[in-house]
Nanobody
């Protein structure tokens, strides 16, 4: 069983930046597809970004349209950590952000990367609040 621990959320003014971190317990972290989702009050969970292993040291990233050019997902396999760098934050980015992991062999071959059911493990969430 994999445990995910998130940190880095907080309150920031519009236009500011935050970096979220997610530390995983698994020894095969390098091969895990990692994703970030968010959920605002009264709204459904929304895909934000994902970084998936393509073999060797090659990874591929995808973002939802609303964060492209502002958010960057990355990972440090030596630290079992995935990051979400969020720049130029907007009030509509306010939500609880969740880290998710897909254990290999990933189901993403059959399930879209933006679907939460493709991921096997979830963090507890970290609150991000952006003021105007």
């Amino acid at each position: 069983q994999v445990q995910l621990v998130e940190s880095g959320g907080g309150l920031v003014q519009a236009g500011g930046s935050l970096r979220l971190s997610c530390v995983a317990s698994g020894r095969t972290f390098r091969e895990y597809t990692m994703g970030w989702f968010r959920q605002a009050p009264g709204k459904e969970r929304e895909f934000v970004a994902t970084i998936n292993w393509r073999g060797g040291s090659t990874y591929q990233v995808y973002y939802t349209d609303s964060v492209k050019g502002r958010f960057t997902i990355s990972r440090d396999n030596a630290k079992n950590t995935v990051y979400l760098q969020m720049n130029n934050l907007k009030p509509e980015d306010t939500a609880v952000y969740y880290c998710a992991a897909s254990e290999p062999p990933s189901r993403l071959g059959s399930i879209p990367y933006y679907s939460g059911v493709a991921y096997d493990y979830w963090g507890q969430g970290t609150q991000v609040t952006v003021s105007s």
